[in-house]
């Protein structure tokens, strides 16, 4: 690329682009195999789990990209520990009180 040409946003932008896709509830996708392709993290407005944040979390699910939003810390925790492996393939389990990747 020449010095003068202009980059490209994608390239230099800091935060991450915007999720977008058909919203669903995550109880719609429970038991069922997806695609995540995105998430991001952010600080909560309500207290309502114990970290304080709240999951969206993009992914594919019959060839139709929808996008979810959680506060579910076991979510949260995994997907900060595991999401620089984005794309994966994964199944939403609820175990008692609680939602889990498997």
Do not use: W
Not at 3 to 32: S, W
Not at 66 to 89: A, H, W
Not at 95 to 102: A, F, G, M, S
């Amino acid at each position: 690329m020449r010095p003068d040409t202009p980059k490209r946003f994608a390239e230099f932008v800091a935060d991450r682009i915007p999720l977008d896709g058909e919203k669903v509830k995550l109880d719609a996708i429970v038991n069922r195999e997806i695609t995540v392709i995105g998430y991001a993290i952010k600080r909560s407005r309500y207290d309502k789990n114990n970290s304080g944040k709240f999951l969206t979390l993009q992914f594919e699910l019959d060839g139709t990209r929808r996008v979810l939003f959680t506060g579910s810390d076991v979510l949260i925790e995994q997907m900060e520990k595991y999401g620089d492996r984005i794309p994966f393939l994964a199944t939403i389990k609820k175990i008692d009180r609680y939602y889990t990747l498997t």
